[in-house]
């Protein structure tokens, strides 16, 4: 009789990439069982990062009547007095249906699944440490080992959950501070520090370095900080967090150079470490770096180990949902001889703050780099129809264009429904278009989406000599009652 306890694949870890690796496996026909330490599936995706935090975000925007505080101005509230009760009640119904999504998915696939805390005892053997304390190993031909990160937790902060939390405390705060110290100006701490301030929180961001997310298009992100700016977000960039104290039952950052921050609460996201500690990795051969990080030959995810794959956030940049979802289907494809199409040359980055801003292909900054000659177009949102009858008063969208061929090189959205419009750039991009797609396409109105065609005449127009007939001159209207 074939042994019970021996996989055709066996996942570590039930996050985006160890599901999506589970799931394609189980449709090739494959035995497969997924193991995680969690008493539900979903991993960090569903239950400390991306869900909550985009579930938090969906209900202050709701409760704060954000969307429409254009029209009726800043004190405009849908609900008065939000507290930390209002924020938790939609987050646990959201919770709830994803794992119910997921347990259902791995069902009807027939994954199995095991709750328990995984380590290698060899190559092939992974031993289960489950909840009731027995140990049982199982076998498999193939290991996808998808374990995630956690906060990274420096000795010198105070974590207490109450007053200095993680991202994984902010999820499950008891009450609302008054004023809120975010250490760390990457997406996490962004995304968190802009939530607070839009529920009219008193936030300070503080980030060691002298600019926030690097990555990001340069004028977009100007434009983004003066928005917060103007919402009353206090910046302290270029300056490191060295210590914190607790004054009065406040936390005080200490900033080199002596400044101090005083706050009711302290959010700390300095970065994330690979949840790899625990995988007893030397005894299948294989080593994480200072971060707990693993390493992976890009195309296929196999480590070291060839029948061993790493995907998601333990294997680093970038770190997202959305790519390590692709990770794990491009790992089982792999592991079982299936053909997987190179994966598209440009993917997006969502930065789901309060506004929005999501990015594809290159930046200005990146053009002018690579020495690359371009030119760009801008959009208001405010200058199309559908922005003005939202009442937006922020948001652009930009366009970066080859000079030589007019071929798209970037789009950087920064307003309402960002990280939705950035999908019609992605395609664009990907599939070699030119500006002239967005000069020559008829779109909905009135869209948002209309912000490509704006944003591309303000790029033909400076590209275009002046005295050149063409599309940012339409032909006049007929006069009414004019024959057809
Ligand atoms: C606050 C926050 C917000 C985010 N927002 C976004 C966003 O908006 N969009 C986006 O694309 N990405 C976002 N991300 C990133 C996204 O959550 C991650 O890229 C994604 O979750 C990584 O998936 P993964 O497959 O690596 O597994 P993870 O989701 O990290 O899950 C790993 C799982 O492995 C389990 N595990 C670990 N060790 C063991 C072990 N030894 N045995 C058994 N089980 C184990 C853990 O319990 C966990 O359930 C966010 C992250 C955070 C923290
Ligand atoms: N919307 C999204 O796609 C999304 C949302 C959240 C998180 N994520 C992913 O999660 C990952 C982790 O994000 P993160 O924001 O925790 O980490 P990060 O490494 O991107 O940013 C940490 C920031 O903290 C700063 N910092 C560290 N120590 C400091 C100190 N002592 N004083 C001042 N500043 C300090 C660093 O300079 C850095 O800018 C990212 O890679 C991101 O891709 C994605």
């Not at 998808?146 to 906060?151: D, E, H, L, N, Q």
């Not at 625990?278 to 480590?303: E, I, S």
Request: net charge neutral; with cysteine.
């Amino acid at each position: 009789m074939a042994d019970p306890h021996a996989y055709d694949l066996v996942v570590i870890g039930s996050g985006p990439s160890g599901r999506r690796a589970a799931i394609q496996a189980a449709k090739f026909g494959r035995s497969v069982l997924v193991i995680d330490r969690q008493a539900r599936v979903g991993g960090v995706s569903v239950h400390s990062g991306t869900i909550p935090s985009k579930t938090l975000r969906e209900t202050v925007l709701n409760l704060t009547g954000w969307r429409e505080r254009g029209f009726y101005g800043m004190a405009y509230r849908v609900k008065t007095d939000i507290d930390a009760d209002d924020l938790r009640a939609r987050l646990a119904k959201t919770l709830d249906y994803e794992v119910d999504v997921l347990d259902h998915q791995f069902s009807r696939n027939g994954v199995a699944v095991q709750r328990g805390l995984a380590h290698f005892v060899d190559g092939h053997r992974i031993g289960i440490l489950t909840p009731a304390g027995d140990t049982r190993t199982v076998s498999a031909d193939k290991v996808v080992i998808a374990v995630g990160t956690r906060p990274h937790r420096p000795a010198h902060v105070p974590f207490d959950d109450s007053i200095v939390l993680d991202s994984d405390g902010i999820i499950s705060l008891d009450r609302l501070p008054r004023a809120l110290t975010v250490v760390g100006g990457g997406v996490i701490g962004i995304e968190y520090a802009t939530i607070f301030s839009a529920l009219d929180v008193r936030v300070t961001l503080i980030e060691s370095r002298d600019s926030i997310l690097d990555f990001v298009d340069r004028e977009v992100i100007a434009g983004f900080m003066h928005q917060l700016r103007d919402h009353g977000m206090n910046f302290r960039l270029g300056t490191r967090l060295e210590a914190i104290r607790i004054e009065s039952g406040q936390p005080v950052a200490m900033l080199e150079g002596g400044q101090r921050v005083r706050a009711d609460m302290l959010l700390y996201t300095g970065g994330r470490a690979g949840a790899t500690d625990q995988l007893n990795l030397a005894a299948c051969g294989l080593q994480a770096d200072t971060r707990g990080r693993l390493k992976v030959d890009p195309k296929t995810f196999q480590t070291a180990v060839p029948h061993i794959y790493a995907t998601g956030d333990v294997i680093g940049f970038p770190s997202l949902a959305s790519t390590s979802l692709e990770q794990g289907r491009i790992a089982a494809c792999h592991a079982f001889q299936q053909h997987v199409p190179p994966a598209p040359e440009f993917f997006p980055y969502g930065i789901y703050s309060v506004p929005e801003i999501s990015t594809v292909g290159m930046s200005e900054e990146d053009a002018r780099a690579r020495g690359v000659p371009y030119e760009c177009g801008i959009a208001r949102f405010r200058e199309t129809s559908r922005g003005n009858i939202m009442g937006l008063r922020g948001g652009m969208l930009k366009l970066v264009i080859a000079l030589d061929t007019r071929r798209l090189l970037g789009v950087h959205i920064m307003g309402e429904g960002a990280t939705e419009l950035i999908h019609i750039g992605q395609a664009v991009l990907n599939l070699g278009g030119t500006l002239d797609y967005f000069l020559d396409a008829t779109f909905n109105y009135p869209t948002l989406a209309e912000a490509y065609k704006v944003a591309a005449f303000d790029a033909w127009n400076r590209i275009t000599p002046r005295d050149t007939c063409g599309p940012s001159e339409p032909p006049p209207p007929d006069p009414p009652g004019a024959a057809p």
